[in-house]
């Protein structure tokens, strides 16, 4: 899985940066006016090997492309038939949500809720140089400002999402 990076740029937008699995990153700059920047860097590179800027239509329109709303691949339809009932839910924790200074064990979501914690995206994580803390066990705390990567059946998440979070 990719791990995403987000930033506020002040009077500007936002930028999201994205580090692939062979290492890449792709940066992607959203300005308040709607246009788009795009750089791509090879892995400990300083300088972006290509760029491009688009406009809002533009991006859109290719963010339709690449996520496959005119074309599926035939392995993934198989996929999707086979977990069709599956949700992954990026989360954020709120300061006023339920589970804020409670463990996993604790409120034992696999066990009471069916939900399965994949990885905890936090600065806080310890001896974690990319801030995520990977299938994090049941001993686990959660703070507000996390982000959690979670999994379960639609319904079962949509029901921890209105009570939980």
């Known amino acids: 899985m990719a791990l995403i990076r987000e930033a506020e740029l002040p009077g500007l937008g936002k930028k999201y940066q994205v580090?692939?699995?062979?290492?890449e990153e792709v940066a992607v700059i959203i300005h308040d006016?709607?246009?788009?920047?795009?750089y791509h860097f090879l892995p400990d590179a300083d300088e972006a090997v290509d760029?491009?800027?688009?406009?809002d239509q533009e991006a859109r329109q290719l963010g339709s492309i690449i996520g496959g709303a005119f074309y599926q691949p035939r392995a993934l339809e198989k996929l999707e038939a086979a977990v069709?009932?599956?949700?992954i839910d990026w989360l954020k924790v709120k300061e006023t949500s339920p589970i804020n200074g409670r463990s996993i064990g604790e409120l034992g979501l696999r066990k009471?809720?069916?939900?399965v914690v994949v990885a905890v995206i936090d600065d806080r994580c310890r001896n974690r140089k990319d801030g995520a803390c990977i299938n994090p066990g049941p001993g686990f705390v959660f703070q507000p400002g996390q982000t959690l990567v979670v999994a379960g059946h639609a319904e079962k998440m949509k029901?921890?999402?209105s009570e939980m979070l």
Do not use: C
Request: charged share 25%; hydrophobic share 40%; glycine share 8%.
């Open 19 to 23: 580090t692939l699995e062979n290492g």
């Open 33 to 38: 006016d709607g246009n788009r920047e795009v």
């Open 84 to 87: 069709a009932d599956l949700r």
């Open 159 to 161: 029901k921890f999402i």
């Open 112 to 115: 009471n809720h069916a939900i």
């Open 51 to 55: 760029s491009f800027i688009m406009n």
